[in-house]
């Protein structure tokens, strides 16, 4: 049983310190979220998960961490400066600002024109005030500015810069870098985990559409004649069982063909896989919201980011490049620009979806209903946690916190005596740890402990010596 919505996960992530609403002194800050201390833990194994699949156990892709200010020609030849724009659309009555293709609107209203058009006919309410006095769509763009250097006047078109909407760009210009530094043939990927910013219209529904987030992005190289369709399907195959081993139930996932006019401006074909974030909802269509994306970019960036191509007139397209980003392929002596698949996914909203498929309740004896996480373990921001049953006892205290810290070196382990034991049970479930270990008076005798299963709530002895080898053992993925 998942989490009926995001707002219990959104209250569950607050009480027990995942997630905090940003700058709340002030009265919060919109679309921003802080991360508390197991929240930051969940993200980090998260990215360190993603990073062991593809970049340790994978033999073809190499990591990198670029800048988040890239030069700002970076961003015309992307092409993210001329098109990387949503349709802002104004309500004249109540001043909200919003995103045209996200209104009410008919399924046949499919191009900026057709919504236009609806809007002049008064067809189109306000989500917020339900006027339809609404202005027509005009382009946004979503790359937040910023300006470099000390001495930058307000207009300086030089000082002018961007914080990347896309950590994608950061491995495209340090592709011949990478390839030849690490003497690497195509096929081969670079993956990249960090921050990107747009400065989107309608941010909300928690941390799943904010104006900062993470990316964990992966660009694979190929050449011109490869099968690009077939690798689509093959690496949507490969997150598909990625994020069921790491625990998302396989019925709440689905993949969502991007039509044509909806395509990114780089992109030839693009699949979504999409997660059930609104399961309240009524009709299943409204239910579902992009997890990540899987694209085919051919050799668009590369080419892009080129000295060398000419246009029709011999004129150089890249006027500002210093550098060919093609490769030589030895085996057939030919020069090419390498096509891409690239999947695109978001931690953020990875470890949205993980928190709500995680979320399940139990009744316990008592007629109790209790919150359990059931996280992956290798994905439980803390694995165990080391109760001593009775606290008033020097001894049983001493050992179990011996055993805490024996633990400490190997894996993330927690001690707490602020409650009875039901009550220790209870809080450590809640945030899905796997293993609570109980010291009690028969501990001092046998050096044994009692292990107690998040899930099954089930109780085996286990030898102190032999802990950390049997905690380890059940942690693996
Ligand atoms: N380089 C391709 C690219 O950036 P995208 O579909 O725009 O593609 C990839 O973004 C993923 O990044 C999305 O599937 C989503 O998980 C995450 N993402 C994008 N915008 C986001 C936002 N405003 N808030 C949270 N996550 C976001």
């Known amino acids: 049983m998942p989490a ?3 707002d219990t996960i959104v209250s569950l992530a607050k009480r027990r310190g995942f997630v905090f609403p940003s700058s709340e002194v002030y009265g919060g800050l919109g679309s921003a979220w802080d991360y508390g201390p197991l929240g930051v833990e969940l993200c980090n ?7 062991r699949w ?16 890239l030069h700002r020609l970076v961003w015309k030849y992307s092409g993210h400066e001329a098109t990387f724009h949503d349709p802002l659309v104004d309500c004249r009555e109540c001043k909200s600002r919003l995103r045209a293709d996200k209104l009410d609107l008919p399924a046949d209203a499919v191009t900026e024109d057709d919504v236009s058009e609806l809007i002049r006919k008064k067809l189109v309410k306000c989500p917020n005030c339900g006027s339809n006095d609404l202005t027509e769509p005009r382009p946004f763009n979503m790359m937040f500015r910023t300006k470099l250097g000390a001495a930058a006047e307000e207009d300086d078109p030089t000082a002018l810069a961007y914080l990347r909407p896309e950590t994608a ?5 340090n592709f011949l870098n990478v390839q030849t530094a690490m003497r690497r043939k195509i096929p081969f990927g670079i993956a990249q985990i960090g921050k990107s910013f747009r400065n989107e219209i309608t941010p909300g529904n928690f941390i799943l559409r904010t104006r900062e987030f993470e990316q964990m992005e992966m660009e694979y190289f190929v050449k011109p004649d490869a099968e690009h369709l077939n690798l689509v399907e093959e690496w949507v195959e490969l997150y598909m069982e990625w994020f069921v081993s790491l625990g998302l139930e396989r019925s709440n996932l689905q993949l ?6 909806e395509l990114a401006h780089y992109s030839k074909r693009t699949v979504d896989i999409m997660y059930r974030y609104f399961p309240e909802r009524d009709e299943e269509e409204r239910q579902w919201e992009e997890l990540m994306g899987i694209a085919y970019r051919t050799d668009f960036d590369l080419r892009s980011h080129s000295s060398k191509p000419v246009d029709a007139e011999g004129n150089r397209v890249n006027q500002d490049s210093t550098e060919d980003l093609s490769y030589f392929d030895e085996a057939t002596k030919q020069r090419f620009y390498p096509h891409v698949i690239e999947p695109a996914a978001g931690v953020n909203r990875t470890v949205l ?5 995680a979320y399940s309740e139990k009744t316990n004896d008592k007629g109790e209903t209790r919150v359990i996480l059931k996280l992956s373990p290798q994905l439980s921001p803390i694995k165990a946690a080391i109760l001593p049953l009775a606290k008033n006892k020097p001894e049983i205290v ?5 055993i805490k810290r024996s633990l ?3 894996l993330r382990a927690v001690y707490d005596d602020t409650g009875g034991i039901g009550k220790l049970y209870a809080r450590q479930d809640e945030i899905g740890t796997p293993f609570c270990i109980t010291v009690d008076h028969q501990s001092l005798e046998d050096e044994a402990v009692t292990v107690r299963d998040r899930d099954t709530w089930e109780q085996e002895r286990v030898n102190i010596a032999d802990l950390a080898e049997h905690l380890q053992k059940r942690l693996k993925p």
């Open 353 to 357: 979806a993980l928190l709500m498929d």
């Open 256 to 261: 969502h063909e991007v039509p044509q006019e």
């Open 54 to 69: 593809l970049v340790y156990e994978r033999d073809d892709i190499e990591g990198i961490d670029s800048s988040i200010i």
């Open 4 to 6: 009926p919505n995001i």
């Open 169 to 173: 760009q950061g491995i495209f210009i």
């Open 398 to 402: 001493g050992m179990a916190k011996a």
């Open 45 to 51: 194994n998260v990215k360190q998960a993603w990073w």
């Open 408 to 410: 400490q070196p190997v």
